[in-house]
């Protein structure tokens, strides 16, 4: 995607070759900072901290995290103790693990001299693979919008309205996004979309990084308040709803930022459909029920009670919002069942949210966990 006229990906290596340069994006909206990765120690505190975010940016990061650490030691005791720090930095998104599972699958085997050639390559593969997944994500959700803009239009409507929850832009990913890749496919189409965002407390994510990509890309949007949804929904104001996630059961249960099951609820009650985009390395196979297996992270409770933002003489500044003492839980994600979602968008096509669905789309791997 571009940044006033500039290409740009979420990672890329550093002009040295070897060095990963992310976007910190805990600077978004205000400030647009790159940072520069040299070592096991920077990747694993870029995804904890969530300068990089989003289940398929974590795992590239992850990807080359792994690198950085081969560079400094190559051998077996060393590759897996890196795998140990990586994967302990965020528990939900299951990219994270596929990602390290493959960056080991691919070095164990190799001599330990030729393991940080191996490495680079193996994450750059792992990046670009995540480019062409997403893209076809918003191949499909593109045809998706198509049908229900014709609907519409046949009904007099002048645009097509879609609601999204947090961040699943080209921002938590490595190019295009998963559940705003349909919505960029569609606006350069030149469909008359426009986009209700949610500003996604705690950490704002809708409000930071969608809106703020939204606004670079030149897509008609509105900042909501989490709680308005509903509403829009009951007055006609909300055409689909589409999110991303971070983990999906084989059976279509899907794990998402925090306030997802709500929308589903509220989207399910007044007929509207709820869509779900997801990357296929985003689907966890060995687990069947989401809401018994799937852990759910809790984060420092600051970022309830605080809140970060431009000041009026325009200086960064972060804002205590809840008295003193008042003690605060912050779980960052939730579980919607498959039997709130409509249906599913990979790579591979759209499918119901269920088994059957997502077994027709992806065989080999249904075969592999029955």
Not at 17 to 26: K, M, R
Not at 104 to 132: C, F, H, N
Not at 232 to 252: K, S, Y
Request: charged share 20%; hydrophobic share 45%.
């Amino acid at each position: 995607m571009k940044i006033n006229g500039t290409a740009y990906r979420t990672i890329w290596l550093a002009a040295d070759g070897w060095g990963v340069e992310i976007i910190d994006q805990t600077r978004l909206p205000h400030e647009f900072v790159t940072v520069t990765l040299r070592s096991l120690e920077d990747a694993a505190r870029a995804i904890k901290d969530m300068w990089v975010r989003g289940a398929p940016l974590i795992g590239a990061t992850a990807a080359y995290g792994m690198a950085l650490a081969a560079r400094a030691d190559a051998s077996d005791v060393a590759l897996r103790s890196a795998y140990a720090v990586l994967h302990a930095t965020r528990p939900t998104a299951i990219n994270l693990k596929w990602a390290l599972d493959g960056m080991m699958a691919a070095l164990l085997p190799v001599p330990v001299p030729e393991r940080v050639g191996a490495a680079y390559a193996r994450a750059a593969a792992i990046a670009d693979e995540d480019v062409a997944i997403n893209s076809a994500i918003g191949d499909h959700g593109l045809r998706l919008i198509e049908r229900i803009w014709a609907e519409r239009k046949a009904k007099g409507a002048e645009r097509i309205n879609v609601l999204t929850h947090c961040n699943a832009g080209w921002l938590a990913t490595v190019d295009w996004g998963t559940a705003i890749a349909p919505i960029y496919k569609a606006f350069d189409a030149g469909l008359p979309i426009h986009v209700w965002v949610d500003e996604t407390r705690p950490r704002n994510q809708g409000a930071s990084l969608t809106a703020r990509e939204l606004n670079w890309h030149g897509v008609p949007h509105t900042v909501i308040s989490d709680n308005t949804g509903g509403h829009l929904m009951q007055h006609g104001m909300v055409d689909l709803v589409i999110v991303g996630t971070d983990r999906t059961t084989r059976n279509g249960d899907v794990c998402n930022k925090i306030g997802t099951y709500l929308k589903a609820l509220a989207a399910k009650d007044n007929g509207v459909p709820f869509a779900v985009a997801l990357p296929s390395p985003t689907i966890d196979w060995t687990v069947a029920d989401g809401l018994a297996e799937i852990p759910i992270e809790q984060r420092d409770p600051a970022e309830v009670t605080h809140i970060a933002g431009k000041a009026g003489n325009g200086a960064p500044a972060t804002v205590q919002l809840t008295p003193d003492g008042s003690p605060a839980a912050n779980y960052a994600f939730d579980v919607t069942p498959a039997r709130l979602v409509t249906f599913l968008i990979t790579e591979r096509g759209s499918c119901p949210a269920s088994r059957d669905g997502l077994a027709a789309l992806f065989p080999e791997k249904a075969r592999e966990y029955r």
